[in-house]
């Protein structure tokens, strides 16, 4: 009950946003509804690589093997399994198998953290399209899949339970023990904090959330191709809107991809190279600048007012 009452701003806030996201498709166009389903769909992943890298300073590269994989068992299980079935079981298989790489994975840190995840999810990716390649397929069209309104509901909860999960880890002893692995590893376990089994279990739990978020889009997009889905643009960004909002706080994500979603909107299509430059500079300027992100600079301005 007392982290409720803490945190009764952040959850009234979160419930506010959530409502009017429900809302959008009674009172605004379909373009909106494509635009909070983008929003959303950001929210969910920044926030559960933030569940993980946020808090124990392991920068992964790798957050779109588990978007792919869930996007790829919802796809092959299409018109088998119910949706209500397949979507969770994509959560299911990214958990699973980030669960088996964490353990050689999570040996490393630093630099080779970073390169180890991006060549992990690049050699996932080749071994999927070999897989397609053998059986025949080039893409799998998803006939007959949900609205966009529907998935959009459906992103919108996973945005929420992303939030609040990141939310309560942080505040929790497991994300404590996860907060001083990032300060000292060394000095964490001498205080008998168990390292190796926290960081494995915040990995997995990470992977659950981009999963389903992976199956949602390939319905909402009813195409498969394994390129497209694997692509290291989505951790790339995920990673941008971190540092932009700030990844050790729930609110952080939130105000990264509302800032990155926005941006995108205002100018990706009319002037993609100002977009990219914009973001280039808005990059720099945060990590010099501002490393906790937006979060960081209002949490700095709020106690210089006190």
Do not use: C
């Amino acid at each position: 009950m007392n982290v409720l009452r803490n945190n009764s701003a952040f959850f009234f806030g979160l419930a506010v946003l959530a409502l009017f996201g429900f809302s959008i498709g009674s009172f605004f166009g379909n373009y909106w509804v494509v635009v909070a389903l983008n929003f959303a769909m950001w929210i969910a992943l920044t926030q559960s690589w933030a569940m993980f890298s946020g808090l124990t300073g392991y920068i992964s590269l790798g957050h779109v093997v588990f978007y792919g994989l869930g996007a790829y068992t919802v796809a092959i299980s299409y018109k088998i399994l119910p949706l209500w079935f397949s979507v969770p079981l994509g959560g299911l298989v990214a958990a699973v198998f980030a669960l088996i790489i964490s353990v050689p994975a999570l040996r490393v840190r630093g630099p080779y953290f970073v390169i180890l995840t991006f060549g992990i999810s690049e050699l996932v990716k080749f071994i999927v399209l070999n897989l397609e390649t053998h059986f025949g397929k080039s893409s799998r069209l998803l006939f007959g899949a949900p609205s966009a309104e529907t998935v959009l509901y459906a992103m919108i909860v996973l945005a929420v339970v992303a939030s609040v999960m990141m939310q309560l880890v942080k505040v929790s002893t497991f994300g404590r023990g996860l907060l001083a692995i990032q300060g000292d590893e060394i000095s964490a376990e001498t205080v008998g904090i168990p390292i190796v089994r926290f960081k494995v279990i915040a990995f997995s739990i990470a992977a659950i959330i981009p999963g389903m978020v992976g199956g949602l889009m390939v319905l909402r997009s009813t195409y498969f191709e394994v390129l497209q889905i694997f692509n290291p643009l989505f951790s790339f960004t995920i990673v941008t809107m971190a540092i932009i909002g700030g990844s050790s706080d729930a609110r952080g994500p939130i105000f990264g991809a509302a800032f990155l979603v926005f941006l995108s909107e205002l100018l990706a299509s009319s002037a993609p190279r100002l977009y990219m430059i914009l973001l280039g500079g808005f990059l720099i300027f945060f990590v010099i600048f501002a490393p906790n992100g937006i979060v960081g600079v209002l949490r700095k301005s709020t106690k210089g007012r006190s």
